[in-house]
């Protein structure tokens, strides 16, 4: 059976235990197409802030 050697500090247990409280990223609706994506970033529709910044490939 394993046993530790040395006992892990309260510093190094809560870095252990950084990532068990990640939430979800913020997303965003897009207002002209209604698309949900995440915020700051274009839309796959090529919208963002209500604006076509971005070609569409099919045009």
Known sequence: MAVQQ???SPSRRNMRRAHDFLTNPPLAVE?????VHLRHHV?????YRGKRVVKAREE
């Open 31 to 35: 207002p002209t197409s209604g698309e």
């Open 6 to 8: 040395n006992k892990k």
């Open 43 to 47: 839309s796959p529709s090529g919208f």
